[in-house]
């Protein structure tokens, strides 16, 4: 075969290498935790402020305030049982796979790499609830159950957590959002799904890091965050491509 001819096969064979390259599927990359973990796709006045609608936390002699302890005393009683194990476990927020709270309700076997859009959405949701929640988080600084009143927590607590506010509660503003999204991107489960978006808020009763009334705050913030998210361009294009990752996933694990 003359030079040149070798010469042209040879960098016919490169281009058709670096166009299946290029035409190949990238993994998707994830986070690990809060450190590397993704914006939300709110930015600054964008967001709402929680400080500017929620009300304040009740009031130290209120009536509120004294069934809050009461409900956290009498959930101390729950230590070592299944519901305590399920509180421990609904701590788990930042990570790619804390989705996998949903799979039961929504009957799937979460996997962040077969729903890589679906799996940075609900992350970067996150992102924006650190964002509009912050406020009255830092504004209001009320001390948590444990802090107030040393008992037995579902987890160690870190130092971080004693010195953050208690109200209103990111986990149940979370769990409640995520459970609003996923409702609607599987009407036939949503039910079960909003059940138990409710009960991941509940575990921060029964872990003792929260009062009920941090949580039902918490859940005011999750809704007004799905709100004004769903006018969002980004958040839009992405809900779409999500639910049709979750709905291809529910078709194959059927």
Not at 57 to 66: D, F, G, K, V, W
Not at 73 to 90: C, I, K, N, V, Y
Not at 108 to 113: C, L, Q, R, T, V
Not at 141 to 164: D, G, K, M, Q
Request: aromatic letters at 8%; one cysteine or more; glycine letters at 6%.
């Amino acid at each position: 075969m003359p030079a040149r001819l070798k010469a042209v096969v040879a960098a016919a064979a490169i281009l058709s290498s670096l166009s299946a390259c290029a035409a190949a599927p990238k993994a998707p990359v994830f986070w690990e935790g809060f450190r590397d973990h993704p914006h939300g796709y709110l930015v600054g006045k964008t967001a709402p402020d929680a400080s500017a609608f929620l009300p304040p936390p009740p009031e130290a002699a209120s009536l509120r305030q004294r069934a809050d302890v009461e409900t956290y005393r009498a959930t101390r009683a729950l230590e070592g049982s299944e519901r305590w194990r399920q509180a421990a476990a609904d701590n788990v927020i930042e990570t790619p796979s804390a989705p996998q709270a949903f799979n039961e309700p929504l009957g799937i076997s979460f996997d962040p790499h077969r729903l890589p859009t679906l799996t940075v959405l609900l992350g970067r949701m996150l992102g924006d609830l650190e964002l509009i929640q912050t406020p009255a988080k830092q504004g209001y600084f009320r001390p948590r159950p444990f802090v107030a009143e040393p008992a037995a927590t579902c987890i160690a607590p870190e130092p971080w957590l004693a010195r953050s506010g208690s109200y209103p509660s990111g986990h149940s503003a979370m769990g409640w959002a995520w459970a609003l999204i996923l409702s609607e991107m599987a009407p036939d489960r949503a039910d079960a799904v909003l059940a138990r978006g409710l009960a991941y808020g509940e575990s921060r009763v029964i872990c003792g890091v929260h009062y009920a009334s941090d949580v039902e705050a918490g859940r005011l913030v999750g809704a007004a965050m799905v709100a004004r998210l769903k006018v969002d361009p980004d958040f839009q294009r992405d809900f779409e491509r999500a639910r049709k990752e979750l709905e291809a996933l529910r078709r194959a694990q059927d």
